[in-house]
Every structure is written in C-alpha cells, then in structure tokens.
C-alpha cells in the first residue's frame, strides 16, 4: 500500500538539497538587483548567479564546526566560487543581507511548490467525489444522526457534502498559500538598513513572491500557523470521510467498502477479514497534522524581533505537513475512485426497521389531519417504542391503530411511509453545489 501512494516530488521540495538550491537562487535574484542598482559589480552578480555552487556534505561539514546553517552555506558557495579563480567576487555574497533574508524568503518558494501540488491533488479529490455524487444522486440510503437511523437520504448526497466542504477547503488554502507567497529583505531588525525597500520588491518579483508590507528579522509566522492549521483542516475533513467508510464497512452496515484486491489479505488469523486498512491510515494520519498545526499556533510569539525557537520546529512541521497532506489526498481519491458501493444493501438497511424512519412524516400527516401535534407525537412514539422494543413492524402496527386509520386512509398512509417523497429535492441540492 505504501509503494502505491508515495510521492516522490513532494519529497524532494524538503530535501537539504533543494532547501540549499532555493538558498542559492535567492541569494543569485539579490546580487543581480543589487549589481543592476550598482551596489555591487555586474561581474560578482553574474559570477553568483552563474557561477556558484555548493555542496550539500560541505555544507553540513562546515556547520558543525561553526554552528550556523547559513554561514556554513556562505562559507561553502564562496569556496566554489574561489575554487573557480573568483575570489574578488565571492566577497559580494550576501551583501547587506542576514540569514533570515534567505531563509524565510527561500522558505516561501519551497511552500510555492508544494501548494502546486497540494493543490493538484485538492482539484482532483473534487472531480472523484463530484463524479461519485452525481453516480449515486438517487441512490437512497439511511441517514443517521447519533449512529441511529433517522431519515431517509441519499448515498450521492453523502458525496456531495464531502465535494462542497473540500471545495470550502480549496478556498481557504488558495488564500493560505497566497499568503504565504512573500519573502522578505529588510535586513536583522526590518529596517532595511542595508538595503532599499524598492531592492526588495524587484528581489522579490524576480523570484515570483510579493515582499511582505512590515517585517522584523523573520516574516511574521501568523502566516505560517494559518497555513499549517489550513493543512490540518483539509486532513480534518479527509478523517471525516475515512471515519465514515470505516463506519459503512462494518459487517452490520455493508453498505460501502474499499477496494479489496485478489492477493490482499486482511487478518494473519482469519481468512474473512476485510479490514478498512486505508480509512484507518487516513485517521491516523490526519491526527499528526493536527498536532502540527499547534505547533505552528506555538511559533507565532517570538521575542522582540526574532529568535529561533520557530526555526527547529518549521524544520519537522512543514515537510510533515505537507507531504502527509499530498500523500493524503492521493490515499483519499483512490479510496472513492475504486470504492465498491451496495444499494441493495443500503435499501435492505433502510427498510431493515419495519418504517420506524418514517415517525416524524408520521407525525406530521396526522396533525395536518387535525390531531394535535401532542396527542399525535405520543401516539406515534407509543407505536415506535414498543415496535422497537418487541422487534415488530412498525408500518403494520400503525395500520392496525383505528386513531390513524380514521384521519389517514389506505392511499395516503403509503405515502407517509414513502421515502421517494422526502428525496423529493435532491436535485435542487445538487443545482445549489453544482450548479447544473
């Protein structure tokens, strides 16, 4: 199973290699403003932007003897720029920037990436469930409230909530990572004490971000704790809709079940298990996100203009986050893309109670008769109750009562115990999501 939804390109976002490669093309799109404002020579810009490289054993070679991630970075590109006969320019790496210049603005085009794909797999969940909602639109099903049965609904209405609050989802996390989509280079307090605010911007355009209005060291992590609870979220709802496949698989219910293929086996001790492995690893994993967003909430309050107790936790946070998220939504699309579904078995589940499900209409049809709705609800629920407690028919037992009979005829009491007239306005529900 784990083969089947790795994502290796998810991965690679938060390999130290990239991290530095993003490091890098920061430190490039600086020194080419930089030389075009003349602060620093053409040649250095050039020789930076083409010239420069590193290596990622060097790097952490050179970190643990000075203890500071960026200046080991520095220390290492400049020595290949040296190696390469360029010592006059590697001296204009960096220039007017501090570490966090490069750290949180790099960081920002790691989260660019991964929001394109998160969203690719948001966009293709949506397409499954919408195809899977307008396949069983009017397959009824039971609804229940509290695991109890209480009305009629459909299986495709099922779908479509999930469809609607995953495109709720798409919505808040397009505006998350739109947020998230800012670097910034004002320097160790935000002053831009070394450089301009007009350096900044075009920095930035050349990178394809937006500079953050107002800074201190480190962009605000607000941004980050909205990003990270926003991932959270839409692994909330992924859980909410594992929990109810888990549910629909229950040897009692049978109503839905994942895909079970031919080799697959589900108990090491008993050959009928099929367990809903995929739903539980969903629920599971959706918890770590969770956590994860709290974490970042934690991250928000720093003191005075920075310090680093953001910095360790961003290293676990975001990888985590977002490929637990991508690999989510892969898990989550396939589980409804191959998804066996049994409306037999929800019709036989649905009528399973004698149409006990049907005491509210019940109670309804008999007050627009004229019996009061007090005189008619404990009339009803006399009738439900013993049904329930002595296992009898509820239709049948109502037909017999002559209180009923004589405010409800033959014609019109089969159609209180008709399901077809409270789906009457499915199709105006998926007009409202669709709009088709």
């Excluded at 083409?50 to 970190?63: C, D, L, M």
């Excluded at 998350?176 to 160790?188: F, H, P, Q, Y």
């Excluded at 920095?203 to 909205?226: N, S, W, Y």
């Excluded at 499915?426 to 709009?435: A, D, E, M, T, W």
């Amino acid at each position: 199973m784990i083969d089947r939804y790795t994502r290796p390109a998810m991965g690679q976002i938060w390999t130290e290699e990239n991290k530095y490669r993003c490091w890098l093309q920061v430190e490039a799109a600086a020194s080419t403003v930089l030389a075009e404002d003349g602060v620093i020579p053409k040649a250095a810009a050039e020789a930076i932007a083409t010239k420069a490289s590193f290596s990622a054993a060097r790097i952490q070679e050179i970190e643990a003897e000075v203890r500071h991630d960026v200046i080991a970075f520095t220390t290492a590109v400049a020595e290949s720029l040296k190696s390469q006969g360029l010592d006059a320019e590697s001296r204009w790496l960096h220039y007017g920037l501090t570490s966090n210049d490069i750290v949180d603005t790099a960081q920002a085009l790691q989260v660019k990436e991964s929001s394109a794909l998160i969203r690719a797999g948001l966009t293709g969940l949506l397409a499954v469930l919408k195809r899977r909602a307008l396949e069983f639109k009017h397959t009824p099903t039971i609804g229940r409230t509290h695991g109890i049965h209480a009305e009629p609904t459909t299986f495709g209405l099922k779908l479509l909530n999930w469809y609607a609050e995953m495109e709720r989802n798409l919505a808040r996390f397009d505006a998350a990572a739109e947020d998230m989509r800012v670097g910034k280079l004002s320097g160790a307090v935000g002053t831009f004490g070394h450089l301009k605010p007009e350096h900044e911007e075009r920095i930035c355009a050349r990178l394809g971000l937006k500079p953050a209005p107002v800074a201190t060291q480190v962009i605000q992590r607000d941004r980050h704790a909205a990003y990270i609870s926003t991932l959270a979220l839409i692994g909330s709802t992924l859980d909410k809709i594992a929990v109810e496949m888990r549910h629909l698989q229950r040897t009692e219910v049978r109503e839905a079940q994942e895909y079970f293929s031919e080799k697959q086996k589900g108990s090491s001790a008993m050959p009928h298990k099929k367990n809903p492995i995929t739903s539980e690893q969903i629920s599971g994993l959706a918890r770590v996100i969770r956590g994860n967003a709290q974490a970042a909430f934690e991250n928000v309050a720093l003191w005075h203009e920075r310090d680093i107790s953001h910095s360790s936790v961003e290293r676990v946070i975001f990888p985590d986050s977002t490929i637990l998220v991508d690999y989510l939504l892969a898990m989550t699309t396939d589980l409804i893309d191959r998804l066996l579904v049994y409306p037999e078995r929800m019709k036989k589940n649905l009528e399973s109670t004698g149409g006990l499900i049907f005491s509210g209409q019940l109670l309804l049809d008999l007050a627009e008769a004229g019996m009061l709705r007090e005189d008619a609800y404990r009339l009803v629920q006399a009738h439900a109750m013993r049904a329930w407690k002595e296992d009898l028919n509820f239709h049948d037992e109502v037909a017999r009562d002559a209180k009923i009979t004589a405010l409800l005829s033959e014609e019109k009491l089969a159609r209180t115990f008709d399901y077809t007239r409270q789906l009457g306005n499915v199709n105006v529900i998926f007009k409202r999501v669709l709009g088709e």
